[in-house]
């Protein structure tokens, strides 16, 4: 019990909660963190993000284990021995500290009546055993929808995609090219007792041997580096960004490639960055303010260009879409509970829709690039297939890059354990009249 007075397991329970009733981990966390005491705070993190990544196999246990399912309003309890249920299977933790804590948060979530099944149901688990997962949604731990569709998608690859979905991922930073050189900043790592290696695609990436704090990066204050994914990094160097050019971020919260448009060429004419949401922007800004960069935000959905539009054209356009982030799930396992199969077809529609709005703001001879982070063709290669048919103008151009999957309208980049998220990217170019 921490000395805020909070059982760690019931915080984490009321968290998962949130989460299945339709809160990110990113919304719902920062909040809970600040009910437990400061050394608790990785517990209630590791827990919350375990439980997450662990929940489809962890649920199908514990179903079984339960003669019916509890109450509506009992519900927080099941997520209890969920957690419960993620530590005797996947952490270090004792078990008797699992069995008692555990009794003892369901009483610090006021339901006692319930202490007899939770210890009776955890007792059991001990007992018996890990039991044999009884499908693939188990067996990977991912929704079963999700499973079906990634075999659909890639016969070859669905079952290292969904094992790569479930190994956690490296720390990777981008490097200020203004403040640093890759290797100046890799010997400040190695200096600062920080063991790192140059990334392999990204010219500016280095990832980190294990993660550390922000603050304990040299420099991080004051805009040295930034923490952002390799596959993330790759963005900016489709671009082909050049001084006096009109930039466009147009999905840009919270603002990890406006920074780094900005950081890789210096003596843009204007950086616009636009999202639709109030309470992600602020982020952009503040993102913006460390690196000490500028750039023209903008409140607005991107897509509704009477409502923002200036008539000056953009030479370069980023648009980085909304998606189902299926790419980037090992850093969001609250993805795989959130994410729903009827999600995908609304997200296609506003994706063409962003892409076709851009297209009409872009410059003649002007580039837009078109990005995901997710692995699923439906809102990629054949977001690009529908759009060409539909602009016979555009012309699509092949990165010529030594990375990711030809999609012939794109590059497809799967997450890799060892480094990169799952990412796809595409390259149009509008032809001068
Ligand atoms: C994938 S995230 C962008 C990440 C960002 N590019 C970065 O690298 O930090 C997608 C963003 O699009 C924003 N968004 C969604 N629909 C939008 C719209 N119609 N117009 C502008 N922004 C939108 C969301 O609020 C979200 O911040």
Redesign the pocket.
């Known amino acids: 019990m921490s000395d805020r007075g909070q059982s760690v397991r019931a915080v984490a329970a009321r968290v998962l909660q949130s989460v299945e009733n339709g809160q990110s981990l990113t919304q719902c966390l920062p909040p809970a963190l600040n009910e437990v005491a400061d050394n608790e705070r990785p517990q209630l993190q590791a827990l919350c993000y375990g439980t997450c990544r662990w929940f489809h196999r962890l649920d199908a246990e514990l179903q079984a284990r339960l003669k019916k399912p509890l109450r509506k309003p009992d519900r927080v309890v099941h997520h209890l021995m969920l957690v419960a249920l993620f530590q005797l299977r996947l952490s270090q933790q004792a078990n008797y500290a699992v069995l008692n804590e555990t009794v003892e948060a369901c009483r610090a979530l006021d339901k006692p009546h319930l202490t007899g099944l939770v210890n009776g149901v955890l007792r059991a688990a001990e007992r018996e055993g890990e039991p044999a997962c009884p499908d693939d949604s188990a067996r990977f731990s991912h929704p079963h929808w999700m499973v079906e569709k990634l075999r659909h998608n890639w016969p070859q690859d669905w079952q290292a995609l969904l094992d790569a979905n479930n190994a956690q991922a490296p720390m990777t930073l981008r490097v200020n090219a203004r403040r640093f050189s890759r290797n100046e900043y890799l010997q400040q790592l190695t200096d600062a007792g920080i063991e790192a290696t140059a990334t392999r695609f990204a010219p500016l990436g280095i990832q980190l041997a294990s993660p550390v704090a922000v603050d304990r990066l040299p420099w991080f204050a004051d805009g040295a580096v930034s923490v952002q994914d390799e596959a ?1 990094q790759l963005c900016t160097t489709l671009m082909d960004l050049a001084p006096g050019q009109r930039v466009l ?10 920074c780094a448009i900005l950081e890789s060429c210096s003596g843009l004419e204007e950086v616009v960055a ?4 109030a309470d ?1 922007l602020p982020r952009v800004q503040e993102n913006l303010d460390r690196l000490e960069l500028v750039a023209t935000l903008v409140q ?4 509704d260009i009477d409502q923002w539009w200036d008539r000056q054209p953009f030479d370069r356009i980023l648009l ?4 189902s982030a299926t790419g980037v799930i090992r850093r969001h396992p609250d993805i795989k509970l959130l994410r729903r199969e009827s999600d995908v077809v609304p997200l296609a529609s ?1 994706q063409l829709g ?1 892409l076709k709005a851009m297209w009409q703001v872009l410059a003649p001879g002007g580039r837009l690039v078109y990005a995901t ?1 997710s692995v699923f063709p439906q809102e990629n290669h054949r977001i690009i297939r529908r759009f060409l048919t539909q602009q016979e103008h555009a012309v699509l151009r092949e990165p010529d890059v030594p990375w990711g999957r030809d999609m012939e309208t794109g590059r497809q980049l799967l997450p890799d354990p060892e480094s990169h998220d799952g990412f796809f990217y595409a390259v149009l170019e509008k032809p001068e009249p």
């Open positions: 993330a971020d147009a999905c840009a919260a919270p603002g990890g490639k406006t636009i999202d639709e949401s992600r607005a959905d991107a897509a980085d879409v909304p998606c506003i962003l982070c």
